[in-house]
């Protein structure tokens, strides 16, 4: 069945970006009204993470961009346009910046959650992404007139409201899954402060500790911990490196402190041999060492590859792996402010491999790894259940969308 299409201009009530607040860092509070930034919005799902908040002046100035329930939050320029997702009720009040624009449909023609979902669907993506692209600028953007443009598929209430119903199930349980990943992560740093920070590791009351140091613990560098190896990307202007590509080539922007099964994108074994790109296996531990992504962290779940952003480490003895996850997580600051560079903050290898960490005894590091290699895997088993879920609504959405599966 094919819907009519509407243009979205004709059916909401606001469409339009913020600014940026006048006053630099005197309007930005600790607690306050939240400011909306492409960094906090990803398709479908809304990143708490870098979120900012400013003082009431500053907020009333940007009034007219005053975020209400059920406003639909889209990204226009930058590296990040095109995505997209409902605002979360948690974050108002708010307000966005001038990289962030607010759509608001009209209730009684748009369903601001079957809307959501078809400005995240592979065709509307693709379809905005090649808007933003070029435009006689050297940033990606969208502008308002483009937006009030967008043809939308407009069906009758009832069934926008049952298609949005259907595809809200799965993400109700991608945020279940979330929710029970946050716990565990959560477990596993609450031990590692316990023995490793607050030194309560167990026998720790029979332990003479020097200088800080516990008896029997050593001092070693990464290089002594880890193999270590970074990657390289096939020159693009060689299309058959990437076209039906099988080998998963893994990016720093892919890293979000987990497990990783899949990438973006994929490269051929022309492409491998052809690059500085190297393959390594299942239950590597990689660091992301430039820019905007330096210091996230990921574990292979299969064997892939990466780029030369990424700093690979392959734990040299099994009960330390779990040890060393938890101490890049915990010590990501020293870490990023390790990084040297003008433009942006750098790791590399070199640096990496001597760095100095604390390594407790092997009795205290078997215990701990025994301990958080389940909850490790229980973090990757839920992270695979999302990544499976993703694939299943990401399949069923544009065939809803089109109409091709009555409902």
Not at 155 to 160: L, N, V
């Amino acid at each position: 069945m094919k819907w009519d299409k509407v243009k979205l201009g004709d059916c909401c009530t606001k469409i339009g970006s913020g600014s940026t607040p006048k006053g630099g860092s005197t309007v930005y509070i600790d607690e306050g009204v939240a400011l909306i930034r492409s960094q906090n919005v990803y398709n479908l799902s809304f990143d708490y993470s870098g979120l900012v908040f400013i003082n009431s002046e500053a907020a009333e100035k940007l009034n007219g961009v005053k975020i209400e329930p059920n406003d639909i939050l889209l990204n226009i320029t930058g590296d990040s346009v095109a995505r997209t997702c409902l605002v979360p009720i948690e974050v108002i009040p708010a307000r966005v910046n001038q990289h962030v624009s607010i759509i608001r449909p009209r209730k009684n023609v748009l369903d601001a959650t079957f809307l959501s979902y078809y400005l995240a669907s592979p065709f509307m993506q693709s379809f905005m992404l090649g808007l933003a692209v070029g435009k006689g600028t050297s940033r990606n953007a969208m502008t308002k007139d483009m937006i009030s443009n967008f043809e939308i598929p407009c069906p009758a209430m009832a069934i926008q409201k049952k298609i949005a119903s259907i595809l809200k199930s799965y993400d109700d349980l991608i945020e279940n899954n979330q929710k029970q990943i946050k716990l565990l992560e959560e477990a596993a740093q609450r031990l590692y402060k316990e023995w490793f920070v607050d030194l309560r590791f167990p026998g720790h009351e029979g332990v003479k500790v020097v200088d800080g140091v516990p008896e029997g613990w050593k001092i070693k560098k990464i290089e002594e911990l880890a193999d270590t190896m970074s990657g390289g990307t096939p020159t693009r202007s060689h299309e058959e490196y990437y076209s039906s590509g099988e080998i998963l080539w893994l990016k720093t922007k892919e890293l979000n402190d987990g497990f990783i099964f899949d990438t973006e994108e994929k490269i051929t074994e022309a492409g491998l041999k052809n690059s500085s790109a190297k393959l390594f296996e299942k239950g590597c531990i990689i660091l992301a060492m430039y820019g905007a992504t330096i210091g996230r962290l990921g574990i292979s779940s299969v064997t892939m590859c990466c780029n030369q952003a990424c700093c690979v480490l392959k734990i040299k003895e099994i009960f330390l792996f779990e040890y060393v996850y938890l101490w890049l997580v915990n010590n990501r600051e020293m870490l990023i402010s390790r990084g040297r560079g003008s433009a942006q903050s750098n790791l590399s290898q070199e640096l990496i491999k001597q760095i100095e960490v604390r390594i407790p005894s092997d009795g205290v590091l078997i215990k701990f790894s025994n301990v958080v290699d389940k909850l490790l895997k229980n973090k990757e088993i839920l992270e695979k259940q999302i990544s499976s879920l993703r694939e299943a609504r990401d399949r069923l959405l544009p065939k809803l969308m089109s109409g091709e599966i009555e409902v």
